[in-house]
């Protein structure tokens, strides 16, 4: 077996262990902060989940800047329970937070708290998908979530004749949503492919790798995977290999996460539309700034472009790190 697939697999048995054993820990509440201090401006940011390694280099992004301005972060992980997550936006409110970062579990479902937090005056910065009613927060800073989508199918498109497809979602999450709202409307200007099947996964690795083994139980014909994301694509990836079928079926993902680019470099994936975590973070923090200074924001709605990295446009450095 070739170092860069010993490194994935590797990569893959690590996150399932760290995963499970984590799993009852994930649901006390945990506060990430680096430093606490009564004295400084608080600011509270609760993501989706931190086992994706994608939303802990935003809140990395995100504490630097806060860092830097002396205050303090504090981070909440709801484990994927909207429950949890509102529970804990109302407790950060509580708890003096001056502003919050919000990445939802459940685009729809989060309004209570965004509700709660717009009563309070406390704004509410979205990140990386959106909410239902844009009115209750201040700023949305995502990816090109639809673009990301089209971009994968374009792909196929140009580079397949046809195929039989099968998806990996997450339909609570607005931008798995809009990913794969991309994708079916590339595909369905071609009959030459058709969608044989589709699951949800929650963008959880540990969730797409039965959901794959499911699917390829009841069409083992299927050739092409859209995942909503890279650990759900790292999740067929596993379910194939298992099934002897890996470098049969041409599999796409969304975020640029370094070890599905490494599967890309040694052509054991197809592609990924890659996102910007740094970047997110960073306008995020800065965008809170100038909410907190009274400036308010020049644009509402941020979208980042995302960048479809294949096996022809990949460059060590790109395999290297987070963008």
């Given at each position: 077996m070739r170092k860069r697939e010993r490194i994935f697999w590797l990569f893959v048995a690590v996150m399932l262990i760290g995963i499970f054993a984590e799993g009852l820990v994930r649901l006390t509440e945990t506060d990430y902060s680096a430093r606490q201090n009564e004295h400084r401006r608080k600011l509270g940011a609760v993501y989706m989940t931190l086992n994706n390694p994608f939303y802990e280099i935003i809140d990395e992004e995100i504490r630097a800047v806060v860092e830097n301005h002396g205050d303090v972060l504090i981070s909440r992980d709801p484990a994927l329970s909207v429950d949890r997550q509102i529970a804990e936006v109302k407790e950060l409110i509580e708890g003096g937070a001056e502003l919050i970062f919000v990445n939802p579990v459940d685009w729809q479902e989060m309004e209570p708290a965004l509700q709660t937090a717009y009563e309070a005056g406390v704004p509410v910065i979205a990140i990386d998908t959106s909410v239902q009613d844009d009115r209750l927060v201040a700023c949305t800073v995502v990816s090109d979530n639809y673009q990301a989508g089209v971009q994968c199918?374009?792909?196929?498109?140009?580079?397949?004749?046809?195929?039989?497809?099968?998806?990996?979602?997450?339909?609570?999450?607005?931008?798995?949503?809009?990913?794969?709202?991309?994708?079916?409307?590339?595909?369905?200007?071609?009959?030459?492919?058709?969608?044989?099947?589709?699951?949800?996964?929650?963008?959880?690795?540990?969730?797409?790798?039965?959901?794959?083994?499911?699917?390829?139980?009841?069409?083992?014909?299927?050739?092409?995977?859209?995942?909503?994301?890279?650990?759900?694509?790292?999740?067929?990836?596993?379910?194939?290999?298992?099934?002897?079928?890996?470098?049969?079926?041409?599999?796409?993902?969304?975020?640029g996460v370094p070890e599905t680019k490494e599967m890309i470099a040694a052509g054991h994936m197809t592609a990924t539309a890659e996102q910007s975590p740094r970047r997110i973070g960073r306008i995020a923090a800065e965008q809170a700034y100038h909410i907190l200074a009274g400036d308010g924001v020049e644009e509402s709605h941020i979208k980042l472009r995302t960048r479809l990295l294949t096996r022809e446009n990949i460059s060590p450095g790109d395999i290297e790190r987070w963008d």
């Open positions: 199918a374009e792909h196929l498109v140009a580079n397949s004749s046809g195929g039989k497809i099968a998806l990996l979602k997450h339909t609570e999450a607005r931008s798995g949503v809009d990913r794969i709202q991309g994708f079916r409307d590339v595909i369905a200007k071609h009959p030459e492919f058709i969608i044989v099947d589709e699951m949800e996964c929650l963008g959880q690795l540990e969730i797409a790798m039965p959901a794959m083994k499911e699917m390829l139980e009841r069409h083992p014909d299927i050739d092409i995977v859209m995942a909503l994301n890279d650990p759900a694509a790292m999740g067929a990836l596993a379910a194939l290999q298992s099934a002897g079928r890996l470098d049969e079926v041409q599999v796409y993902g969304v975020d």
